[in-house]
């Protein structure tokens, strides 16, 4: 596991690094409290458990030769209504394209989120994290 850099740029604005050197902004700057000028810290966490799972998921999918032709993970967090907001639950619902046998991704998505990502591995052990699916034509 590499190291990730944050760089303060100003008041709330971030330029973040992950371990091989890619750059993204994160944050906004407080006298534009509606206009974010990147991610926001928050949907960092739902977005790393969604592109983890998703991540070992197509892998999966591939190794058992099903036909996906196109993927879309919507993932949605719960918070506390105050600070510091802390995630109550987490839900990933995959979005998928093609004629996958149902089965078989179900046991994907069970070997994905159960087995190998780290992330919602990490987080399950505070909140829970659950998931569906959906073939979609």
Same mark, same amino acid.
């Given at each position: 596991?590499?190291?990730v850099?944050?760089?303060?740029?100003?008041?709330?604005l971030?330029?973040?690094?992950?371990?091989?050197?890619?750059?993204?902004? +994160?944050?906004?700057?407080?006298n $534009? =409290? %509606?206009?974010?000028?990147? /991610?926001?810290? &928050?949907?960092?966490? @739902?977005?790393s458990?969604?592109?983890?799972a998703?991540?070992?998921?197509?892998? +999966?999918?591939?190794?058992?030769? $099903? =036909? %996906?032709?196109?993927?879309? /993970?919507?993932? &949605?967090g719960?918070? @506390?209504?105050?600070?510091?907001?802390?995630?109550?639950?987490?839900?990933?619902?995959?979005?998928?394209?093609?004629?996958?046998?149902?089965?078989?991704?179900?046991?994907?998505?069970?070997?994905?989120?159960?087995?190998?990502?780290?992330?919602?591995?990490?987080?399950?052990?505070?909140?829970?994290?659950?998931?569906?699916?959906?073939?979609?034509?």
């Amino acid at each position: 596991m590499g190291t990730v850099t944050l760089h303060w740029v100003k008041q709330h604005l971030f330029v973040a690094s992950d371990s091989n050197g890619h750059s993204f902004t +994160i944050g906004r700057l407080p006298n $534009e =409290p %509606l206009h974010w000028s990147g /991610v926001k810290p &928050s949907d960092l966490m @739902l977005l790393s458990a969604a592109a983890c799972a998703t991540w070992d998921l197509v892998d +999966i999918l591939a190794k058992q030769r $099903e =036909p %996906l032709r196109d993927l879309q /993970v919507l993932c &949605s967090g719960e918070n @506390l209504s105050d600070p510091p907001y802390t995630f109550t639950k987490i839900h990933l619902r995959y979005m998928v394209y093609g004629p996958v046998n149902p089965e078989k991704l179900e046991k994907a998505i069970h070997l994905s989120e159960d087995k190998y990502c780290s992330v919602i591995s990490t987080l399950r052990l505070g909140i829970p994290v659950t998931s569906d699916f959906e073939i979609c034509p």
